[in-house]
């Protein structure tokens, strides 16, 4: 059973998995520096990240029927479709070397750095979250 917190839990706790990945990829790409033919790989989590943010806040303008659930303890519909995942994808335009590789030391160090001040707003903002409810505990065990 899971339980959430808040509807923006669940989206940042996407949204750190994303950056998670995001992170993987980059270090992979660095550790791939010197394979011959190795192409640059990128990650497309924003467009997952603002579907899972129309299925949190229930901002759906789709046509698709909704399952009534009178109880939290009914089981949910299953959608046909999952387009929830991130995408994986070779990097283009990039330049290539002599060996045929793609990845640039200079934008990989930039992504990491720019993955990483991210991954830690997310933390801080999912760490906020949390106390919020926490205090609400805290506040109505005191009466």
Do not use: C, W
Not at 24 to 44: H, M, V
Not at 77 to 94: F, P, V, W
Request: charged residues 30%; aromatic residues 6%; neutral net charge.
């Amino acid at each position: 059973m899971s339980f959430e917190i808040s509807k923006t839990h669940s989206l940042l706790a996407a949204g750190m998995s994303a950056r998670s990945l995001r992170q993987e990829i980059i270090a992979g790409n660095i550790a791939n520096i010197d394979t011959p033919f190795y192409k640059a790989r990128g990650l497309d989590f924003e467009t997952a990240l603002m579907q899972k943010a129309k299925d949190v806040y229930q901002d759906d303008n789709s046509k698709d029927l909704k399952m009534a659930r009178t109880d939290a303890s009914h089981m949910r519909g299953i959608s046909e479709t999952n387009d929830k995942k991130a995408t994986i994808y070779l990097r283009d335009g990039h330049t290539q070397r002599n060996d045929g590789n793609t990845v640039d030391l200079d934008i990989e160090t930039t992504e990491l750095s720019k993955n990483a001040i991210m991954y830690s707003a997310l933390t801080a903002a999912l760490k906020k979250d949390s106390m919020i409810f926490k205090s609400v505990l805290d506040a109505s065990a005191k009466v």
